[in-house]
């Protein structure tokens, strides 16, 4: 504002001076050209000091200088004289003064008021002997100093309550920032409160894990040397065959447990290959009938088509097929039926159900099945890991897994996973990292004692 104000008047002033000087024929004596040229020069100064950032000193330049000119001229030619410019050079000045307080603003109005009565005693001296002019130039007098306090008094009244809204601004930001600091003290009492329960509830996992995992691997160990104490008992080749077989499965189920507790806390990467979904389970068949006591039938639909090649690991799949056959056999005490079926899904997709004919699972268990450490067992019995497992890694490889199921009619675990191209070769010709059952085993069905 203040720098509009210097140009304006800095444009003004020798415009104003060169249409005096035409209008009177150039007979402006060199007094007045020398206080124009005076003035102007101290406009432009002050702007150019306005512009170089130094705000109150090119105000208080513009405010002063200006008066002393204007005593000047007030002083010299009267008020009369002044003409249209009067108000132009007072009220730029207040403007000014604006800028430096309410103190200034005043003095500036007061000195203003002093100069219009000296300007108007001078217009008066040569009428003192004509009353009816002499009042007239009182009354020019007194209206411009009534109309300059008028001015200062609205410019004063505003200046009064930009600082009260100030002060009303600066009084809330400063209990808005309380408001903060109370707020991020919070925070950082419910960060610590939150840590602190998070460590809670991990030391309670560690607790319940410890707990079950050691009955889990006992139980393991326990098949292990019973299979192993058969075969040894007995002379039969079969039967020794048998006995190591459900052995060896006991002990890969131990394993696969500690290789699944670890890529669940650990998250550890996994090893995903390309290769035939319906080979793998196919070849998974024994020691998913294993699983299962003799009252429960097993059935394997495979897609006898074109291969169904996955991007996965494959020994996740297999444990992940073997953690829901037992959720299977544990649902069906009494017996029942298990299908594990293999097909395409879309276009991209390949979909593997498993199915059962057990107990089923109410709204509550079918919406909590997924979540880690939840189990409808016994404590000592699970720990409520192995859907949880499933899951994430189902989802980690850009599967999906759901659950469909409804109490007394069984559960339905759909698995979809993103289908490969092809098989390579590798793959098809049976190469993996473990061993595989032989086609011989296929119909060889454990008894009941012997199961895993």
Same mark, same amino acid.
């Given at each position: ?51 170089r ?13 200006s008066?002393?000119v ?9 008020l009369?004289?002044q003409?249209?410019?009067?108000w ?5 000045v ?19 008021a ?15 002997f004509a009353p ?14 009534l109309?300059l ?16 809204s100030l ?21 950082e ?8 329960l ?20 006992n139980h ?24 190591l077989?459900?052995a ?19 998250h ?22 294993q699983?299962?006591?003799?009252g429960v ?11 169904l090649?996955?991007?996965?690991d494959r ?21 029942g ?7 395409a899904?879309a ?13 089923g ?10 979540e ?24 980690e490889?850009?599967?999906?897994? $759901?659950?469909?199921?409804a ?18 070769? $590798? ?13 011989q ?9 012997e199961?895993?």
């Open positions: 504002m203040l720098q509009w104000v210097l140009v304006i008047c800095g444009l003004y002033q020798p415009v104003a001076t060169a249409v005096a000087w035409w209008r009177f024929d150039g007979l402006l004596d060199a007094a007045s050209l020398a206080l124009a040229a005076a003035h102007t020069a101290l406009l432009w100064g002050c702007f150019i000091a306005a512009r950032d130094a705000l109150r000193p090119a105000a208080r330049a513009f405010v002063f200088g008066l002393f204007l005593s000047i001229a007030y002083s010299r030619w009267g009369a004289l003409g249209p410019q009067h132009l050079q007072l009220l730029p207040l403007a000014g003064a604006v800028l430096l307080g309410r103190r200034t603003l005043w003095i500036a109005v007061v000195w203003m002093v100069l219009v009565a000296i300007g108007a005693w001078k217009d008066a001296q040569p009428f003192l009816g002019h002499a009042i007239g130039v009182a009354m020019a007098g007194l209206s411009a100093a109309g306090a008028l001015v200062a008094f609205v410019i004063d009244q505003a200046l009064i309550a930009l600082h009260q002060d009303l601004a600066r009084q809330r930001g400063a209990e808005l920032a309380r408001a903060r600091d109370r707020l991020l003290l919070e925070i009492q419910r960060e610590r409160q939150q840590t602190q998070l460590h809670a509830q991990k030391m309670e996992a560690v607790g319940r894990l410890a707990s079950t995992i050691a009955h889990d691997f393991l160990l326990a098949l292990v040397m019973g299979h192993a104490g058969r075969g040894l008992a007995s002379d039969d080749p079969a039967e020794m065959k048998a006995a077989r459900s060896e499965s006991a002990a890969r189920r131990a394993g696969e447990a500690s290789h699944r507790l670890v890529d669940f806390s650990r550890e990467d996994s090893a995903p290959e390309a290769f035939d979904a319906v080979e793998a389970i196919a070849d998974l068949e024994p020691v998913l009938r699983t299962f006591l003799p039938d097993v059935t394997l639909d495979l897609d006898p088509g074109a291969p090649a996955i991007h996965f020994a996740h799949l297999e444990l992940i097929l073997l953690g829901l056959a037992a959720n299977a056999q544990q649902a069906m005490p009494d017996g039926q298990f299908t594990l079926s293999v097909a899904y276009l991209d997709r390949v979909e593997i159900i498993a199915r059962d004919t057990g107990r699972m109410d709204a509550t268990t079918r919406a909590r099945c997924f880690p450490f939840f189990t409808t067992r016994p404590a000592a019995q699970a720990t409520g890991l192995g859907l949880a497992v499933a899951a994430h890694l189902v989802r490889a850009g599967g999906d897994i $759901t659950v469909e199921s109490p007394g009619q069984g559960s339905a675990f759909r698995i979809v996973l993103p289908r490969q191209e092809q098989v390579p070769d $590798t793959a098809r010709t049976g190469s993996s990292r473990r061993p595989r059952v032989s086609s085993a296929l119909r060889q069905r454990p008894a009941a004692g199961q895993g």
